[in-house]
């Protein structure tokens, strides 16, 4: 089961637009793999992607809306 946060992040992107890392809580996790996007539009969309944490892997799903950017879910890996 994954843990419901819905707490703001700081998305990082490399010079093409593709999502990198985020930072959370005072920690940087650096995206391995985009598994998925969902939405109806490209300012607002769900991205669920495959992170390396401290704890190991997990999945996590980041929700935009234009430049916010919230941690919605982690899921284990």
Do not use: C
């Amino acid at each position: 089961m994954g843990h419901l946060l819905n707490e703001p992040v700081r998305a990082e992107h490399d010079p093409a637009g593709r999502l990198t890392a985020y930072e959370w809580r005072g920690s940087r996790y650096a995206v391995d793999e985009v598994l998925k996007t969902y939405g109806s539009s490209q300012n607002r969309r769900v991205y669920r992607v495959r992170v390396a944490g401290a704890e190991g892997m997990v999945i996590a799903e980041l929700g935009r809306d234009d430049d916010r950017w919230r941690l919605r879910h982690i899921f284990p890996a």
